[in-house]
């Protein structure tokens, strides 16, 4: 599976990016996908697993999707 976490501001994308390589999940960050909104227009693209964030790593998070090739499904929303 392939999650997709959108944020509130660049440095949030670029944050999370750090956390999530130093949990070892495969990550890269990109252009949000057009079925997607976000404030900043930068995502964090996850592989097989996102990582769940608290206080004050969580506060640009705006929402994870999870995408199966077809759809995103949101499991994750502020």
């Known amino acids: 599976m392939i999650y997709f976490?959108?944020?509130f501001s660049h440095f949030g994308a670029m944050r999370y990016k750090i956390l999530c390589q130093q949990q070892q999940i495969v990550c890269r960050t990109m252009p949000v996908p057009r079925g997607?909104?976000?404030?900043?227009?930068?995502c964090v693209r996850c592989e097989e697993r996102w990582l769940?964030?608290?206080?004050?790593d969580a506060e640009d998070l705006?929402?994870?999707?999870?995408?199966?090739?077809?759809?995103?499904?949101?499991?994750?929303?502020?």
């Open 62 to 78: 705006e929402q994870v999707a999870a995408w199966d090739g077809k759809t995103f499904t949101v499991v994750y929303h502020t």
């Open 5 to 7: 976490a959108t944020f």
């Open 52 to 56: 769940p964030v608290q206080g004050s």
């Open 36 to 42: 997607l909104s976000s404030s900043c227009g930068t």
